[in-house]
C-alpha cells in the first residue's frame, strides 16, 4: 500500500504542477488581487527552481560523500542499488543516465576492494511486466567475465526499502560479513543509509553519479535553467522520502 501511494503522492510534490496550478489560477480567477498574488507565487516559484546557483548550493549540503576505503584488504561485498538500467525492447535492458552505480560497483569488484557485488533491484514500475532489473544487470556482469560465484542477485525489490530488506536476507545466507559497501548516486545515499541502518546492515558509503555543480559564484549559475526543473525534482523526493522513513 505504501509503494502505490507513494507513487500516486510523486505528482504533488514537484514544483513545475504547482507553477502550472498557480499560473492557470491566475488566468481563470477575477479577482485582480488573488490574481495578482498566483502570479507572483508562480513567478517566483518558477525563479527559484530554475536557477542553478540555489540548485547547486543546497544539492552540495544534501549529498552525502564517500567514506574512506582501507588501504589494504578488502570487504566481503558492494551492495549496488538499481535504477540505472530501464527496460528496452523485447524485454532487454539498457544502462541509463545512472549508469555510474554500475560502473564503480564493478570498479570496486574487478580492482579487489570486494569478493561479490550484490545488485539489489525487482521492477520498481506501478504497472510493468515480468523484466527484473538485477537479472539483466547480472547477463552484463557475466559479459565482462566477472565470475558467477562472485554475483548476488536480489530481484524482488520495488523501492530503497525493499532494497534493504531483501538484501539483508541474501546477504546472511552467504554468510557475508559485515561492512558491506553500499554503491549509490550521491543525492540517493542519505535516504538510504537512513534505511540499511534501521534495517540494521552496515554499510559504507560509496557515492557516485554526482548531478550537482561546484556551487561556484558566476553569472552562468543566476541565468534560468530549464533542466533546474528535473534536478529538483530528484532532490526534492529524496528530502520528503527521508522525512518519512525518519518518522517511519
Same mark, same amino acid.
Given at each position: ?7 500516486? #503522492?510523486?505528482?504533488?510534490?514537484? *514544483? ?10 491566475? @488566468? ?19 525563479? #527559484? ?7 547547486? +548550493?543546497?544539492?552540495?549540503? %544534501? ?17 549496488? #542499488? ?5 527496460? !528496452? ?11 555510474? +552505480? ?6 570496486? @569488484? ?10 539489489? /533491484? ?11 532489473? /538485477?537479472? %539483466? ?9 566477472? *565470475?558467477? /560465484? ?25 554468510? @557475508?560479513? *559485515? ?11 542519505? +535516504?538510504?543509509? !537512513? ?11 560509496? /557515492? ?15 541565468? *534560468? ?6 534536478? %529538483? ?16
Amino acid at each position: 500500500m505504501f509503494f502505490f501511494l507513494s507513487k500516486i #503522492l510523486e505528482f504533488f510534490i514537484f *514544483p513545475l504542477p504547482w507553477i502550472l496550478a498557480f499560473s492557470i489560477a491566475a @488566468l481563470v480567477v477575477k479577482n485582480h488581487k488573488l490574481k495578482r498574488r498566483f502570479l507572483i507565487i508562480a513567478t517566483v516559484l518558477l525563479i #527559484l527552481f530554475t536557477n542553478p546557483f540555489l540548485f547547486n +548550493r543546497f544539492a552540495n549540503m %544534501w549529498d552525502v560523500q564517500s567514506a574512506p576505503l582501507k588501504k589494504t584488504g578488502s570487504y566481503s561485498c558492494a551492495i549496488v #542499488l538499481g535504477g540505472f538500467s530501464s527496460e !528496452g525492447r523485447n524485454k532487454m535492458g539498457f544502462f541509463n543516465a545512472n549508469a555510474d +552505480r554500475f560502473i564503480q560497483g564493478f570498479k570496486l @569488484l574487478t580492482i579487489g576492494k570486494v569478493s561479490h557485488i550484490l545488485i539489489s /533491484s525487482g521492477n520498481g514500475n506501478l504497472i510493468h511486466d515480468s523484466f527484473k532489473e /538485477s537479472d %539483466w544487470v547480472k547477463t552484463q556482469l557475466l559479459e565482462f567475465k566477472v *565470475p558467477d /560465484s562472485c554475483i548476488l542477485i536480489e530481484n524482488q525489490s520495488r523501492n530503497t526499502i525493499e532494497n534493504a530488506v531483501f538484501s539483508k536476507v541474501i546477504l546472511n545466507n552467504s554468510h @557475508l560479513k *559485515p561492512p558491506y559497501v553500499l554503491v549509490t548516486s550521491a543525492y540517493h545515499m542519505r +535516504r538510504s543509509l !537512513g534505511i540499511f541502518k534501521k534495517a540494521g546492515i552496515d554499510v559504507l558509503p560509496y /557515492s557516485c553519479n554526482y548531478i550537482a555543480g561546484p556551487g561556484n559564484v558566476s553569472v552562468n549559475n543566476f541565468i *534560468p535553467d530549464v533542466e533546474i526543473f528535473s534536478r %529538483w525534482t530528484i532532490y526534492i523526493k529524496e528530502v520528503i522520502g527521508t522525512v518519512v522513513n525518519y518518522f517511519r
